[in-house]
């Protein structure tokens, strides 16, 4: 069992629990270098309440863990602040987030944190954490509008989100994450510091194959994983037949934060945008003119946020599927 070590990068993350979210968490699990402190479950994918089953189903009976390891699994939003109905997509991500997947009842009911535990975990690891938030940023935003100070103590921030320059994965043009709460991806756009936005623009080209998926089932060690992402890839193969495998966008987020050198990035500001309905709702918007941040449009300072355009896959490659088959790996053409 993988114990917690001190010099692993300290990592709240919030999420919409779905099938790449479970990926990522079990990613975290299995890297020595990333330790998640907490779990911040929220709707999104699927339904806050069956997030938070998934979670600790995951805790209880798959990823675990000695006593020195303890994660913290605490209740995130359960609407979002546009007050929309909470659409769940079970045809991408299964019932619970996990595919084909239904985990068994928790006997003991659901053991969960209030959603103000999230201040002492900041106030825990102060400038070791790292929030990686690779769902709807209901949560985040939140504690932005409430804890302003507090949330100033943390070291970076990494967000799955938005689409720039191309194609949505809701709409021609917004990508889920932004367009599910585009209220709160603006606030948490404005008024945090040290953002990475993770888009997909290079989260879609974070594909792991059927093949890739066969050999770690063969050689790892978490039984789940195959189901699901095949789960994953039919409705990704059925939408588009030439599609390789299934893109993991929340996997290569939580990769961020060790692996910044696999990224090309570009700082721009950025405006999300806030229609209640229609083909823009969501949309992220990068200023890219060499005069001007929006502040023309807003009268106040608009901050400058780096994203990233472009991934080396190899570097993805070959750290995925050393950490999930615990077996060194290289990447061959």
Same mark, same amino acid.
Request: proline residues 5%; charged residues 25%.
């Given at each position: ?9 300290? &990592? ?26 907490? *779990? ?17 189903? %995951?805790?209880?009976? *798959? ?48 053991? %969960? ?28 935003? $939140?504690?932005? %509008? ?36 585009? &209220? ?10 040290? *953002? ?6 290079? $989260? ?8 890739? *998926? ?55 500001? &950025? ?63």
């Amino acid at each position: 069992m993988k114990g917690r070590d001190k010099l692993a990068k300290k &990592v709240l993350l919030f999420g919409d629990i779905g099938i790449d979210d479970i990926v990522a968490i079990m990613y975290g699990y299995l890297n020595d270098e990333i330790d998640i402190v907490g *779990v911040v479950t929220e709707y999104g994918n699927i339904t806050r309440e069956n997030a938070l089953a998934s979670v600790q189903y %995951l805790k209880e009976e *798959v990823l675990v863990s000695d006593e020195s390891q303890e994660q913290v699994i605490i209740a995130g939003a359960e609407n979002p602040m546009t007050a929309d109905p909470v659409e769940v997509f079970p045809e991408i991500h299964g019932e619970y987030g996990l595919g084909p997947i239904t985990p068994p009842e928790i006997e003991d009911g659901i053991t %969960l944190e209030n959603f103000f535990t999230i201040i002492d975990i900041i106030e825990e690891y102060g400038e070791d954490l790292y929030i990686v938030n690779v769902g709807r940023l209901t949560s985040l935003a $939140t504690m932005y %509008l409430l804890y302003p100070r507090t949330m100033e103590h943390i070291n970076k921030i990494y967000i799955m989100g938005g689409a720039f320059w191309v194609p949505g994965n809701v709409t021609a043009v917004s990508e889920a994450n932004f367009h599910g709460d585009p &209220v709160a991806a603006q606030i948490v756009l404005t008024y945090a510091e040290q *953002v990475t936005i993770i888009p997909l623009n290079v $989260t879609q080209n974070a594909i792991v194959t059927p093949d890739m *998926v066969n050999y770690i089932d063969q050689v790892g060690s978490i039984e789940i994983f195959k189901p699901m992402v095949d789960y994953y890839y039919d409705f990704y193969s059925k939408r588009d037949p030439n599609v390789q495998g299934s893109p993991l966008h929340d996997v290569l987020t939580l990769m961020a934060v060790n692996k910044e050198e696999m990224f090309t990035f570009e700082e721009y500001p &950025v405006h999300i945008v806030q229609a209640t309905r229609g083909t823009e709702r969501g949309q992220s918007i990068a200023d890219i003119r060499p005069f001007g941040d929006f502040e023309e449009e807003t009268d106040k300072e608009i901050k400058r946020h780096r994203i990233a355009f472009d991934f080396d896959y190899r570097e993805f490659f070959m750290d995925f599927m050393t950490i999930m088959s615990g077996q060194r790996f290289e990447y061959k053409e």
